[in-house]
Antibody, heavy 119, light 113 residues
Framework: EVQLVESGGGLVQPGGSLRLSCAASGLTFSRYWMSWVRQAPGKGLEWVANIKEDDGEIYYVDSVKGRFTISRDNAKNSLYLQMNSLRAEDTAIYYC????????????WGQGVLVTVSS | DVVLTQSPLSLPVTPGQPASISCRSSQSLLYSDGNTYLSWFQQRPGQSPRRLIYKVSIRDSGVPDRFSGSGSGTDFTLTISSVAAEDVGVYYCMQGTHWPPFTFGPGTKVDIK
């Protein structure tokens, strides 16, 4: 059974930093693209970033470019999201998500971790 | 970026009755390989999203056959043939044809009348 477990969320002040982690199990992690998708409180879903199996390609939504960095450690079956210069509008639940290349879609989601940016 | 619009945004339903959600794209989602990368997700209250359908009409494993997807080009529909109480939640369409970025519709909230 595929499991994606996020950690690292919490309350941070505007301008601050936070690093999210996602521990993957039940799959050969190194074979798949992975994404982060977020959901502001009471709002819809927004794709944030994704990373290729071998780190060879990385993409971001415009609103986080230059502030967020996605990375992975295939030896540890882990995905990360380093978030710097955080803004109130980054407040959201962040989901670790497995990409499915053949469908250009997302087939497994973690339970999510809440990030709150507030003074 | 591709913009997806959904209608209605709120859908009160009666158990046992059919229900449909429309998703329209700002540009065709037909990819050069002949596939159309339009997916549907269900998010029950307090839960993570769960994919129901991918490539317009293919149901994921374990998804009840009362859920079906249809459409082409820019117009797509998710249909629930006979709504069950457990179908309450928010439904999102998502496109993967023109990424980055992947984009989602605004969501349609389904609840029981």
């Amino acid at each position: 059974e595929v499991q994606l477990v996020e950690s690292g969320g919490g309350l941070v002040q505007p301008g601050g930093s936070l690093r999210l982690s996602c521990a993957a199990s039940g799959l050969t992690f190194s074979r798949y693209w992975m994404s982060w998708v977020r959901q502001a409180p009471g709002k819809g879903l927004e794709w944030v970033a994704n990373i290729k199996e071998d780190d060879g390609e990385i993409y971001y939504v415009d609103s986080v470019k230059g502030r967020f960095t996605i990375s992975r450690d295939n030896a540890k079956n882990s995905l990360y999201l380093q978030m710097n210069s955080l803004r109130a509008e980054d407040t959201a639940i962040y989901y670790c998500v497995k990409d499915e290349g053949a469908t250009m879609s997302f087939d497994y989601w973690g339970q999510g971790v809440l990030v709150t940016v507030s003074s | 970026d591709v913009v997806l619009t959904q209608s209605p945004l709120s859908l009160p339903v009666t158990p046992g009755q059919p229900a449909s959600i429309s998703c329209r794209s700002s540009q065709s989602l037909l990819y050069s390989d002949g596939n159309t990368y339009l997916s549907w997700f269900q998010q029950r209250p307090g839960q993570s999203p769960r994919r129901l359908i991918y490539k317009v009409s293919i149901r994921d494993s374990g998804v009840p056959d009362r859920f079906s997807g249809s459409g082409s080009g820019t117009d797509f529909t998710l249909t629930i043939s006979s709504v069950a109480a457990e179908d309450v939640g928010v439904y999102y369409c998502m496109q993967g044809t023109h990424w980055p970025p992947f984009t989602f519709g605004p969501g349609t909230k389904v609840d029981i009348k």
